[in-house]
């Protein structure tokens, strides 16, 4: 049984471009959401979806922005990226009844230039 | 969501007891104490979870103080491989509208052979 995955597993980016990041979530598993990691500080919140909905999100600006798939699978797109986006983005997955055990993707490392 | 308090680091020795620390003082009778851990590059890995009641799986042992107002996580043979940051997270488990995690700096273990 695969876990999370994500893709890419890196990527290097310029201020000003946008990028898609992906994530497929745990077999059964129905919600994705979405974690910001900078160097040496906790994941941050971005959002959630489930149902194809984004359920909550956190305090990002709108530049960030994701979609959810019929299959479940997931992308989170940020647009005129910032060299503070560099950071390590993390999907994790879980069943909508058991929303505080999630499971996490290995992450994807984005560096903006 | 209850703030939590956790050392920065730890050691341990390889074989020996690893138990982490985790004081929740405001924590409310709805709210569970949540672990998890990240290991170097990795994304964080759910560990155990718990509301009052002493819990234990394969991965740790969980001790909730009567009051609630602190926590332990305990690994009982700890090996180089649980050398990691391991998070204590305080939430509703069940209901309202604030699905996501939040992370602090968590305890960074260190496992010396």
């Known amino acids: 049984d695969a876990g999370v995955t994500q893709s890419p597993t890196h990527l290097i980016k310029t201020r000003g471009q946008q990028v898609t990041l992906r994530c497929s979530p745990k077999s059964g598993h129905d919600t994705v959401s979405w974690y910001q990691q900078a160097l040496g500080q906790g994941p941050q919140f971005i959002f959630q979806y489930y149902e194809e909905e984004e359920r909550q999100r956190g305090n990002f600006p709108d530049r960030f922005s994701g979609h959810q798939f019929p299959n479940y699978s997931s992308e989170l797109n940020v647009n005129a990226l910032l060299l503070g986006d560099s950071a390590l983005y993390l999907c994790?997955?879980?069943?909508?009844?058991?929303?505080?055990?999630?499971?996490f993707g290995p992450g994807t490392r984005l560096t903006v230039t | 969501d209850a703030k939590t308090t956790q050392p920065p680091s730890m050691d341990c020795a390889e074989g020996r007891a690893a138990n982490l620390p985790c004081n929740h003082s405001t924590i409310s009778g709805n709210e569970y104490v949540y672990w998890y851990r990240q290991i170097h590059s990795q994304g964080p890995q759910y560990i155990i979870h718990?509301?009052?009641n002493n819990e234990t799986n394969e991965m740790a042992s969980l001790i909730i103080t009567e009051d609630r107002k602190s926590s332990t996580l305990i690994l009982p043979h700890a090996t180089l491989r649980d050398t990691a940051v391991y998070y204590c997270i305080v939430r509703v488990a069940r209901g309202g509208s604030n699905y996501k995690l939040t992370f602090g700096k968590g305890t960074l273990l260190t496992v010396n052979p």
């Open positions: 718990g509301l009052k």
């Open positions: 994790a997955s879980s069943l909508v009844g058991l929303i505080y055990e999630q499971y």
